[in-house]
Every structure is written in structure tokens, then in C-alpha cells.
């Protein structure tokens, strides 16, 4: 699907470029000495409030680049058991198929009674970059995993356990992002990464908005606007429409250093 009138590849560049600016000046006067890579978000504000039946299931958009193919990139796997019975399975399989960023492997039954209390569940969702589950336990974790998993964004990505390639599973899982349920008129999506190329991440942007539509009832007709920004930073938009008219944002290299201070994102 095509990008509308007023956002192209070379509008996103510049606003990509404009945020990756902001965020270098930020640091400078912040005087961060470790280079944190930040994660950068597509905000996307929606005219109309999307009716989704579940919520449990994170809607999969491709991108280019990956946001977890990085040294340190660590994965946690959520597996069917019974018992303790086939944990031991796919900690071997894990093994042999030489995942290596599938850092933890838990049982469902050690889910329900090792991660139990509240602060058990937060420090679990803070110790991963990103979690995977056998698709056949997915209905079952909302439960399990607590509110803090829902606020992250980080409930756990499906993934079919009964083939033979958990390595192309996992990849497939990986080399996307994901659209959650929010049950409100704004979305945000993470599209890239600090540490990316201004090129890489607008090619990430412009996938993950092709991507999105793809979700949205009614398509461009139901987008209000569009914007970047990580979790602390500034809000660029790259794309606004107004009442009988779709108007396109200039952006000026330089504009992100005077924009608005952002709300967090989770």
C-alpha cells in the first residue's frame, strides 16, 4: 500500500534524521558516557478507535531491520508442559538448534508457580528484550504474566513449536515488529533503533507504517496523524491531516532541538 500524499521516503529520512539529532544533543547535555541505544517509536493517532476481538495476539509487521539483531540482544521462550515435563525438551532443542539469543526457557507450569507474586512478574518483563510463546499458550498467559508485560508491550510473540525449524520461528519473530491493542485512538509501534542509520530507520518507519495499515479499519481514511519519537524525546511529525485536507510537515534538520518535551512511552 502506497504512502499518502504529503509522507515519503524522503519526508521520513529528514524527520529521522531531525530525531537522531535531537537525541545526540540530548545526550551531550546530559553528559551520558555509556552510548544507551534507544528504541524509536511510530505514534500513530487514529480517528476512530479500532474494534479488535483479542488482545493477547500482537499483530506482526516486517521490517527490514531487525530491532533485536544486536550483541546483547536476549530472548526468553514460554513453552507448553506439563508438570515439568517437555521444559527439559526445549532447553535441549534450544541447545541443538545453537539459539543463542534465547537466553531463558520457561515452562508454563514454572510460570504459574515460580513467577506468581507481582514483583516476580515485573522482574521477569524487565529481564528481556523480548519474549516468544508456543501459540497453543497464548490464550492462557494474559493471566499469568501480569499488567506489567501489557504496559511494556512486551507480551509474548507467538510462535509454532510443533515444526521442526524453532531457529526459523524464532528468526521469523524476530525480523518484525509488533502492533498491540491499546483499546484507544493511539498506537505506538517500535520502528527502529538509535544505533541504526538514518537510512535503516527510515526504512523501518516506512514499513512499519505500510505495515500497520494493514491492521486499520478504513486505512488512510481513519489516520489523523503520524509521529516519531523514542521514550523521552521529543515528538516529530511527518504527517497531519486536517479538515478537508491532508497538508504534509516541513521538517528543518534542526527543528527537533525546540520541540515539545514528550511523555513517556512504555
Known amino acids: 500500500m502506497p504512502l499518502p500524499l504529503g509522507v515519503d521516503q524522503a519526508q521520513i529520512l529528514k524527520a529521522v534524521q531531525a530525531l537522531l539529532k535531537h537525541i545526540q544533543k540530548q545526550k551531550k547535555q546530559t553528559n551520558e558516557l555509556i552510548e544507551e541505544d534507544e528504541l524509536i517509536y511510530l505514534q500513530v493517532s487514529l480517528k476512530k478507535t479500532p474494534q479488535h476481538s483479542r488482545k493477547d495476539k500482537p499483530l506482526r509487521i516486517p521490517v527490514p531491520h531487525s530491532l533485536y539483531d544486536y550483541d546483547g540482544a536476549e530472548l526468553c521462550l514460554i513453552v507448553k508442559d506439563r508438570q515439568g515435563e517437555g521444559h527439559k525438551a526445549a ?5 541443538q538448534e545453537k539459539l543463542a539469543k534465547v537466553a531463558k526457557v520457561i515452562g508454563l507450569s514454572k510460570l504459574k508457580s515460580k513467577y506468581e507474586s507481582h514483583e516476580a512478574k515485573r522482574n521477569l518483563c524487565a529481564q528481556y528484550d523480548m519474549f516468544l510463546a508456543d501459540d497453543r499458550i497464548i490464550p492462557l498467559l494474559p493471566k499469568l504474566i501480569g499488567k506489567k508485560f501489557f504496559q511494556k508491550k512486551k507480551q509474548p510473540i507467538p510462535v509454532d513449536l510443533t515444526v521442526k525449524d524453532w531457529a526459523g520461528q524464532v528468526r521469523k519473530a524476530t525480523e518484525a515488529t509488533y502492533m498491540y491493542h491499546t483499546g484507544g485512538t493511539s498506537l505506538s509501534i517500535r520502528a527502529a533503533r538509535s544505533s541504526f542509520t538514518a537510512k ?5 518507519v516506512a514499513a512499519v507504517i505500510e505495515g500497520a495499515l494493514q491492521h486499520i479499519p478504513r486505512k488512510w481514511s481513519n489516520v489523523q496523524s503520524l509521529f516519531l519519537r523514542t521514550a523521552e524525546s521529543a515528538a516529530l511529525p511527518i504527517y497531519q491531516e486536517v ?10 534538520a534542526g527543528e527537533a532541538a525546540d520541540a515539545p518535551a514528550a511523555s513517556a512511552i512504555s
Request: glycine content about 0%; aromatic content about 0%; proline content about 10%.
Open 91 to 95: 532447553k535441549e532443542r534450544v541447545r
Open 243 to 252: 479538515p478537508e485536507q491532508r497538508m504534509r510537515i516541513p521538517m528543518a
Open 200 to 204: 535503516q530507520s527510515a526504512e523501518n
